[in-house]
């Protein structure tokens, strides 16, 4: 049997080099040519009997990534938000409204039986489960890519551990390009490589384009789109023509049904993103018949002008825009969840409790509400994608959670939630790949410390273990002959 304890030795070192190389003061070094001093000395380690493990390597960084709440000055790097936390939305500083009230959640959802029939019981936390069998090639993660190239050499070896098929990187236009249409910096040339090194790997890549330099926009503010579709197709088609050969899909933009996101000439409606989606299509196709063009996976919120727009009803705008017509595409969807596990359903509102009285905050509300309004427009046979979905919690992080909802989420709800999603996914002809949000996240510098959102759905942490207890409990899953002994 494969123990966890053999596994956190080796793993547990390799991780905080790369964390204190991310700490480090000293300025970031080129990843072409990146430092290898001679690894500190530790301990001796079991040997790890799964993935073999990379050679240590220090002196590893985190690229520096702008502030998530817009309060600093012009950014450097790009920035990654999660999902969008409720149905308002308010300006910078506060992106994210707060409920007001704590309690407890009074409807829990375990994973019941797997679709295949070859469950195994396993102790996950503190009460006995089945744990499913998954299809490791229909799922990914998405990995924040502002790193250097040894850290991203660990990332993938990390998604390799989790033996699943895909790696989600969001493409930010403005940094890959910021100097005009015919730049090729450094950092184009380092999304290459990295891309390249998860292909090699056997990963497939999917790539979420957003967020245009402001050499393409008229409006300059947060971000949004290029002024002109044709500027964002032509950037695709440029990363099509370099190394379009190890990209399996497209996501055009990500939740532009958020003012945040769409800051541009026309405000955000489906009708003025189908203008975009189109141009990005039609590139891609002229490359490649084979590429997964994914739409935009929207926000899971409703109506608050002008800051955001009703999911539902930005879709219904897509089709009413001509989104049916293109029947080689896939849908793309984000059903986070919040505080609600997957299998209940709208709406036990608990008072006080906040996130359980809108069927915008449900999974399976989500899900089941983007299928009505597909078949409805005549899209019957498209598949939907999780381009992002998951569970947060706060468990075991110090200071007061960023969102009251995160505290309804223990570390071992947040497996049981996510292992019960993608049962429900993989149990559905018309769900295909599913990406979890996110990896690594809840290893940069500072985010766990500014209370940021984003760590809290991250597998890996700076904490003892270093993994949530999700992180093995996939890696069990999507292996029939491997059964840990436990998951922290």
């Known amino acids: ?94 992106f994210t409204p707060r409920p007001t009230a704590t309690g407890q959640p009074t409807d829990t959802a375990t994973p019941g039986p797997s679709p295949t029939p070859q469950p195994r019981a396993t102790r996950v936390g503190p009460q006995p489960t089945v744990l499913p069998n998954l299809d490791g090639s229909q799922l990914g993660i998405q990995v924040h890519s502002l790193i250097e190239q040894d850290t991203w050499r660990e990332m993938m070896r990390r998604v390799e551990q989790l033996h699943i098929g895909w790696v989600k990187v969001q493409v930010d236009w403005r940094l890959i390009q910021p100097n005009g249409p015919n730049d090729v910096g450094e950092d184009f040339r380092r999304l290459e490589l990295f891309l390249e090194d998860a292909n090699q790997r056997g990963l497939k890549v999917l790539i979420s384009v957003a967020k245009a330099p402001d050499w393409a926009r008229s409006v300059h503010e947060e971000a949004g789109p290029p002024d002109n579709p044709q500027d964002l197709a032509n950037f695709v088609n440029l990363m099509l023509l370099e190394f379009g050969e190890i990209i399996n899909a497209i996501e055009v933009w990500n939740e532009p049904n958020l003012l945040r996101e769409w800051r541009g000439p026309n405000p955000p409606s489906g009708s003025d993103y189908m203008r975009y989606f189109r141009a990005v299509y039609e590139t891609t196709r002229a490359y490649s018949p084979s590429i997964t063009v994914i739409t935009a996976g929207l926000a899971p919120t409703g109506n608050n002008a ?53 069927p915008h905050f449900f999974f399976s509300h989500t899900v089941e509400d983007y299928r009505n309004i597909m078949n409805a427009n005549g899209h019957g046979g498209v598949q939907m994608w999780f381009t992002e979905f998951g569970w947060a919690t706060w468990d075991e992080f110090p200071g007061e959670a960023p969102e009251v909802w995160m505290t309804y989420t223990d570390k071992w709800a947040q497996g049981n939630n996510t292992l019960r999603a993608i049962q429900i996914g993989q ?55 491997v059964q840990l002994d436990r998951y922290d």
């Not at 300025?27 to 000395?41: E, G, K, L, N, S």
């Not at 220090?58 to 702008?66: F, P, Q, R, S, Y």
């Not at 049916?324 to 059903?335: E, K």
């Open 306 to 358: 002008p800051f955001s727009v009703d999911d539902r009803d930005y879709l219904q705008q897509m089709y009413n825009a001509g989104l049916a017509q293109f029947t080689d595409i896939a849908v793309g969807v984000h059903p986070f969840s919040w505080g609600n596990p997957p299998d209940v359903r709208c709406c036990n509102a608990v008072e006080g409790q906040g996130w359980d009285d809108d």
């Open 1 to 94: 049997m494969t123990t966890l304890k053999h596994i956190h030795q080796q793993s547990s070192w390799i991780i905080l080099l790369l964390i204190l190389g991310a700490c480090s003061s000293q300025t970031p070094i080129p990843i072409f040519v990146t430092a290898t001093p001679d690894p500190p000395q530790t301990p001796s380690s079991t040997p790890i009997v799964v993935a073999q493990a990379a050679s240590p390597e220090a002196d590893l960084g985190i690229l520096t990534d702008d502030a998530d709440d817009n309060t600093q000055a012009t950014p450097t790097r790009s920035t990654f938000l999660g999902p969008v936390v409720g149905p308002n939305y308010t300006p910078p500083p506060s």
């Open 427 to 481: 149990s559905r002809s018309d769900i295909g790949t599913m990406i979890l949000w996110n990896l690594n996240f809840g290893i940069l510098p500072g985010l766990i410390e500014n209370r940021d959102e984003r760590a809290a759905y991250s597998l890996l942490t700076p904490l003892n273990p270093l993994e949530r207890p999700l992180f093995w409990m996939l890696f069990d899953a999507t292996q029939a002959d």
